[in-house]
């Protein structure tokens, strides 16, 4: 394409050199420069793009930009080279990228949606619903893209960088898509990702506490402000009034046209009746032009939003209502919700919970429907909002009976660091540092009897732990390449039979680790360090009293 082409709608740019010249490709990694490329430098938050000029021109690149400011000491620039200067390089590489793939967005009708939590779950959802009624769909967010129901690929983040977003829309135009549903992070819009596309419909789910960090954004003004671009991107908007942030947005933007859906305050698509049980939510709304039952089987009153959310977009494209229905009554999300089977039918619950608000929301709507106990395995990813990290700690430890910090993702971070992070908001939560731990810890929480664990391996101290959240730190393996000893420290509720409770501990602990291992457990010593009160338990009766009263 031509190079002039390629900077249609770039303003105050400087440049120096040749602009007659046919570009072959545009790319801001200079490892992926071949010959004929444009080259545009981002300066990143830990790696600055200026600093790898000469290696793209190395690799054949023809034309550079930079942002206004750089140093260009450093770069040796040939003289059939073309040096082009912007005031944004972020901005010009998204609108660069549209030119280049010739605006595909303009060739179909995009829907984006932003919020806090339930951009994954809404997407699919409005996927669904396009395609039960018949419609070519593309799907870009943090779980995969698809193409007409094919995976095409995993995602790396939520929303990509703009030079593959606007290649994967000529790819899905290429493909016959007719609607394209993408969710929009914060960071995408605030980094000029999404620049120069073009929206038809927007939603907005919710507003609450995340991304707050260094590397993302200093306070919860510029995360809102960030997401607020979304709508000044299209005025053809849909939000969730119940959410007092986000119900602003009709007077920030007076001229937009939105459509309003809730629960608890007045709006357009209200739902009503609403039940919710430990597989799915049922409840009454205005689909078309009367009301009716929608279930989805993703359990939480969170999934009731996602779905009025989702029906919010079918009213706008005129979908008929069966098909919304039945879209809904179908939809499965990987990693929202999304029950394991297993041969022991164990509830397994996968839920990609990433916020404290979400967090608390899984956990609470899962101790709600939920007889026995609940394990809570979770982590937190390096580089992102720290303040969340105790926060976390903190919400697992409270609702959950049993809780082991993981790692998730620590990037540039320690992992031992993070997990400490999360443990300043309970100090009974302790990482289970091996897969033998957890599946020990695991089989143990199973035990009637076991009133909390007791902590201090370690030079004989002992630390009695309160609360049934300490599973690891009661947890001491010795394993070799083929045997494995195993040392558990124990609080007995009172009235428990000890004997008893440190027998099923022995028979439940061997059986799970060799079984899921492989590997032979030699021992497994319970170690009892105290018997749990009569007025512990009085106390603990009266506490959940309370619980279930506020509940």
């Known amino acids: 394409m031509e190079l002039k082409k390629i900077l249609v709608g770039l303003e105050g740019l400087k440049a120096k050199g040749n602009l007659d010249l046919d570009i072959t490709g545009l790319e801001s990694n200079s490892k992926n420069i071949k010959e004929g490329y444009m080259f545009i430098a981002i300066k990143g938050y830990s790696v600055d793009g200026h600093d790898y000029i000469n290696n793209a021109i190395e690799a054949g690149a023809k034309v550079v930009m930079v942002q206004e400011g750089c140093d260009l000491k450093k770069i040796k620039l040939p003289a059939d080279v073309t040096i082009i200067m912007a005031k944004d390089t972020r901005e010009a590489l998204a609108i660069c990228s549209c030119n280049f793939y010739g605006n595909p967005s303009r060739k179909f009708k995009l829907i984006g949606v932003t919020g806090t939590k339930g951009k994954t779950t809404t997407t699919y959802m409005i996927k669904e619903i396009l395609e039960k009624a018949g419609h070519k769909v593309g799907l870009i967010g943090t779980i995969a893209t698809y193409i007409n129901g094919k995976m095409i690929s995993e995602s790396a983040r939520t929303t ?181 089977p297993n041969k022991k039918e164990i509830p397994i619950m996968i839920d990609y919970a990433h916020s404290p608000e979400s967090l608390q929301n899984i956990l609470s709507a899962v101790k709600s429907y939920t007889r026995g106990r609940v394990i809570s395995v979770f982590g937190c990813g390096g580089d992102r909002d720290k303040g969340k990290r105790p926060l976390m700690g903190e919400i697992s430890g409270k609702i959950a009976d049993f809780t082991f910090i993981t790692t998730d993702n620590p990037r540039t971070e320690e992992p031992e660091e993070i997990v400490k992070e999360i443990e300043e908001g309970n100090n009974g939560i302790k990482i289970a540092n091996d897969v033998i731990s957890v599946i020990a810890g695991v089989a143990v929480s199973e035990v009637p009897g076991v009133a909390s664990m007791a902590g201090g391996f370690a030079g004989g101290i ?31 509720e009172y009235g428990s039979r000890i004997p008893d409770v440190a027998y099923e501990i022995q028979t439940r602990v061997k059986k799970s680790v060799e079984n899921m291992t492989g590997l032979k457990v030699s021992e497994v010593n319970v170690h009892v360090q105290g018997v749990k009160t009569e007025k512990e338990v009085e106390e603990k009766e009266e506490n959940e009293e309370v619980i279930e009263e506020q509940q």
């Open 160 to 340: 990509p960088e703009s030079i593959e977003l606007q290649k994967t829309f000529a790819q899905m135009v290429e493909a016959g898509v007719e609607y394209v549903v993408m969710e929009v992070s914060s960071q995408s819009l605030k980094l000029h990702r999404v620049d120069g596309c073009n929206f038809d419909i927007v939603v907005f789910t919710n507003f609450s506490e995340d991304h707050i960090s260094e590397k993302e954004h200093p306070d919860m003004k510029d995360y809102f402000e960030s997401k607020l671009k979304l709508f000044k991107m299209c005025d053809n908007g849909i939000i969730n009034v119940d959410d007092l942030q986000v119900s602003k947005i009709p007077r920030l933007l007076p001229e937009n046209k939105i459509m309003t859906y809730g629960i608890d305050n007045y709006c357009e698509v209200l739902a009503k009746d609403i039940t919710i049980t430990n597989s799915y939510v049922d409840f009454r709304v205005k689909v078309s032009d009367r009301n009716e039952r929608v279930k989805v089987d993703i359990p939480g009153r969170f999934s009731v939003y996602n779905a009025l959310a989702a029906i919010c977009v079918a009213k706008k494209l005129g979908i008929a209502s069966d098909k919304v229905i039945e879209a809904l009554a179908e939809i499965k999300v990987p990693g929202r919700s999304e029950m394991v």
């Open 462 to 492: 002992t630390e009695v732990l309160s609360g049934k959240k300490n599973l690891s730190k009661g947890i001491k393996v010795d394993a070799d390449e083929k045997e494995v000893r195993i040392d558990v420290n124990i609080i007995v």
